[in-house]
């Protein structure tokens, strides 16, 4: 995962191995980590969360494949933070802490595979 400003958007890249795997990306009232359930202690104006699925952010013997930190402070002009909020079932969960609500989309890249968050500023 990796994330930078351009322009008038903020991008957020997730980078995948093998082929794109289903997603998601909607607007939530908070982020909650997978599996519990419990809200995470983040602060923002506004919370997209990006589900993939089937997927998984650990290796066949458990060991973690998310590089860095669950937390990312972004510091850009609206993704505030990147939080790895699940790993759970076959669902990875990717929460993006905004400053305030604004226009998104998701373009899927490949060669290598990622998916591409662009939030508008």
Sequence with gaps: MRFAGHGDFDRVVVDLQGPMTGY???WVSKIVQDGSGEAMDVK???YLQ???YPANAHDDVGNSTWVGPRQ???KL???VQVVNNGDF?????IGLVLDHK???RVLEQSAPTR?????AR
């Design 115 to 119: 998916l591409v968050i662009d939030v």
């Design 77 to 79: 002009p609206n993704v």
């Design 89 to 93: 079932e076959g669902v990875v969960s």
């Design 44 to 46: 923002g104006g506004a």
């Design 102 to 104: 604004a226009g998104f």
């Design 50 to 52: 990006l589900t993939l």
């Design 72 to 74: 990312v402070t972004a």
């Design 24 to 26: 998601t990306a909607r």
